[in-house]
């Protein structure tokens, strides 16, 4: 079945450095979606991304989709506090399709 | 109104109860969700409704039933659960495969 898996699995930054967190499918994706999760709370959606080779950014946080539609990258820059917490990828295997499956998440943990 | 509502935020049932957990959401989504959460681990998709019909069951056993009242309302009813079944378990809405809006989710424990 389709997976979507993530790495890398924990990483730990000094606050100030920059962080990076991949995510690959074995299959294509009709798009991938990205989710932030705090300590105790719940996942947030951040960003969705459709097109292949998109790049968007949301202040320190770019966001890219593979040409391929089967890979994706999560980049901060100068990481902060409240940065901490566990970033998911997720996606549909077909366009519309309302099975969201979770990649595995990376736990950013930020060091002061 | 971009919330999903769900109650109790902690419920702690022994192995013969019966439980129910309930969400709501009032944004005219189409499609909700029940996921459950182990710690440090991702969502995992149990149930989706669309439209109000059970659209996916992912093999979930059956001490786990999800009803749809309305367009608005999702239940989880949960009867002789197992210890392993304390998980958090998140309630999430959207429309066709966009982005999902979660509840802050129940905390269950088993005993």
């Known amino acids: 079945g389709q997976q979507v898996m993530q790495i890398p699995q924990y990483q730990h930054v000094q606050e100030g450095e920059d962080f990076t967190t991949y995510c690959n499918s074995s299959t294509t994706l009709s798009n991938i979606q990205w989710y932030k999760q705090r300590p105790g709370g719940h996942p947030v959606f951040l960003i969705q991304?459709?097109?292949?080779?998109e790049v968007k950014k949301q202040k320190r946080l770019t966001f890219q989709f593979g040409e391929a539609k089967k890979n994706s990258s999560l980049h901060i820059t100068a990481t902060q506090t409240t940065d901490v917490g566990t970033y998911f990828c997720?996606?549909?295997?077909?366009?519309?399709?309302?099975?969201?499956?979770f990649g595995k998440g990376t736990r950013l943990h930020i060091l002061p | 109104d971009t919330e999903v509502t769900q109650t109790p935020k902690h419920l702690v049932m022994g192995m013969t109860n019966k439980k129910s957990l309930k969400c709501e959401q009032h944004m005219g989504h189409r499609a909700m969700y029940w996921y459950k959460q182990k710690a440090k681990k991702p969502p995992e998709l149990m149930f989706v409704y669309s439209y109000e019909k059970l659209s996916i069951n992912e093999s979930v056993p059956s001490r786990f039933s999800p009803e749809c009242p309305n367009s608005s309302l999702l239940n989880l009813h949960l009867h002789a659960l197992q210890p392993e079944d304390s998980a958090l378990y998140l309630c999430?809405?959207?429309?066709?495969?966009?982005?999902?809006?979660f509840g802050s989710g129940t905390q269950l424990s088993v005993l």
């Open positions: 999430a809405s959207s429309q066709a495969g966009g982005k999902l809006f």
């Open positions: 997720a996606g549909p295997l077909l366009w519309g399709d309302d099975k969201i499956i």
């Open positions: 991304l459709v097109k292949s080779g």
